[in-house]
T-cell receptor, first 111, second 114 residues
Framework: DAEITQSPRHKITETGRQVTLACHQT?????MFWYRQDLGHGLRLIHY???????NKGEVSDGYSVSRSNTEDLPLTLESAASSQTSVYFC??????????FGPGTRLTVL | AQTVTQSQPEMSVQEAETVTLSCTYD???????LFWYKQPPSRQMILVIR??????QNATENRFSVNFQKAAKSFSLKISDSQLGDTAMYFC???????????FGTGTLLAVQP
C-alpha cells in the first residue's frame, strides 16, 4: 500500500546543530508539505513543493530549508537548531483532489 | 487574511450521543475545499471528511456529517452515535484551490465519556 513515512520519529538535539528530518511518500504525489504543530497554534506551514526542483516558503519558514530532488522525498533541514524549534513536525502530500495525507510526525526537542 | 476559528477548545459527550463541533473561516476566494481532520493520542492526522465549496450538498461519511453554510463561512462537524474511539483533537481546515495550502484552526479536544 502507498504511504508516507517520516524519520526519525523522535529526535533530541542541541542548540546550534544542523538537523535533517526525512519525509518519504510512495503515493507518487507532486505536492508535498511540511508543518509544525505547537500548542495553541494548530498546524502551521513551513515549506512546500509542487514538484521536483520546486520549493516555496510557508508561514513560518525562518530557520528551515527544504530541497526536492525527486518525487518521493522532501527532507526538512534546520540549519542551526534553536529551542524555539522544539515542536512536532508533520509531512504531508496531496493528490489531485487537494486532499492532504499526513505522515506519523517527528517529535523534535532542542536542548 | 485567511483564517480558521474553532471557538470550542474542549468538548465532552456521552457515548452514543450526538455532538457538533463548530468552525468558521475567512477567505475572499470562491474556490476552496474544507476538511475536518482527527488527531487521536497516537498523534496521527486522519482525514474525517471533505467538502468542496462549490457543492451545496453537505458531505457525509458514515457517522460524520457537516453543515456547510457558505454565505456564513461556517463548516460544523456533527458526530452521531459517538464512540469511545472518537476521543481526539479535531481540526478544521481549508485549502485554496489554486495553492493547495492547508490553513488550520487551533483544534477542539473532544472527549467521549462512557
Amino acid at each position: 500500500d502507498a504511504e508516507i513515512t517520516q524519520s526519525p520519529r523522535h529526535k533530541i538535539t542541541e542548540t546550534g546543530r544542523q538537523v535533517t528530518l526525512a519525509c518519504h511518500q510512495t503515493w507518487n504525489h507532486n505536492n508535498m508539505f511540511w508543518y509544525r504543530q505547537d500548542l495553541g497554534h494548530g498546524l502551521r506551514l513551513i515549506h512546500y513543493s509542487y514538484g521536483v526542483q520546486d520549493t516555496n516558503k510557508g508561514e513560518v519558514s525562518d530557520g528551515y530549508s527544504v530541497s526536492r530532488s525527486n518525487t518521493e522525498d522532501l527532507p526538512l533541514t534546520l540549519e542551526s537548531a534553536a529551542s524555539s524549534q522544539t515542536s512536532v513536525y508533520f509531512c504531508a502530500s496531496s493528490d489531485l483532489t487537494d486532499t492532504q495525507y499526513f505522515g506519523p510526525g517527528t517529535r523534535l526537542t532542542v536542548l | 487574511a485567511q483564517t480558521v476559528t474553532q471557538s470550542q477548545p474542549e468538548m465532552s459527550v456521552q457515548e452514543a450521543e450526538t455532538v457538533t463541533l463548530s468552525c468558521t473561516y475567512d477567505t475572499s476566494e470562491n474556490n476552496y475545499y474544507l476538511f475536518w481532520y482527527k488527531q487521536p493520542p497516537s498523534r496521527q492526522m486522519i482525514l474525517v471528511i471533505r467538502q468542496e465549496a462549490y457543492k451545496q450538498q453537505n458531505a457525509t461519511e458514515n457517522r460524520f456529517s457537516v453543515n456547510f453554510q457558505k454565505a456564513a463561512k461556517s463548516f460544523s462537524l456533527k458526530i452521531s452515535d459517538s464512540q469511545l474511539g472518537d476521543t481526539a483533537m479535531y481540526f478544521c481546515a481549508f485549502t485554496l484551490g489554486a495553492t493547495n495550502k492547508l490553513i488550520f484552526g487551533t483544534g477542539t479536544l473532544l472527549a467521549v465519556q462512557p
